[in-house]
């Protein structure tokens, strides 16, 4: 998929009984053939990074982020899995070392256009 690389605004739930939601934006950039660089930005604040690969219509994230638990600093990993749906949606599921591994995080991606990017 070429068209792959933009911003997408992000609706997801968490890895966690309750499904806790959250929202944020995702940039895309390509870095080479069936490669990417992937930046989050959540809502309260949260940058998680990311590269991955993607081949037909599957995009695979590796990504890390900075977080406390239990009132300790550390380094989150996971993955994440992403259908193309479209050159404007993707819908992915996720998981991350320090999550609830009865369940999976669940995002879905919409691009947003140049000018909402601006604004």
């Known amino acids: 998929m070429s068209n792959l690389e933009g911003?997408?605004?992000?609706?997801?739930f968490n890895q966690d009984k309750e499904q806790t939601g959250y929202t944020g934006v995702l940039k895309l950039i390509k870095t080479a053939n069936h490669r990417v660089n992937a930046l989050w930005t959540v809502v309260d604040g949260q940058t998680q990074t990311g590269k991955g690969f993607f081949k037909d219509d599957i995009l695979v994230i590796n990504f890390a982020y900075i977080g406390e638990l239990d009132y300790?600093?550390?380094i989150f990993k996971g993955?994440?899995?992403?259908?193309?749906?479209?050159?404007?949606t993707l819908e992915g599921f996720w998981s991350e070392k320090y999550g609830d591994n009865d369940y999976l995080g669940y995002e879905e991606c919409q691009r947003i256009t140049e000018p909402e990017v601006k604004s």
């Open 7 to 12: 911003t997408y605004r992000i609706i997801g």
């Open 72 to 74: 300790k600093t550390k």
């Open 79 to 88: 993955v994440v899995v992403y259908k193309i749906i479209n050159d404007n």
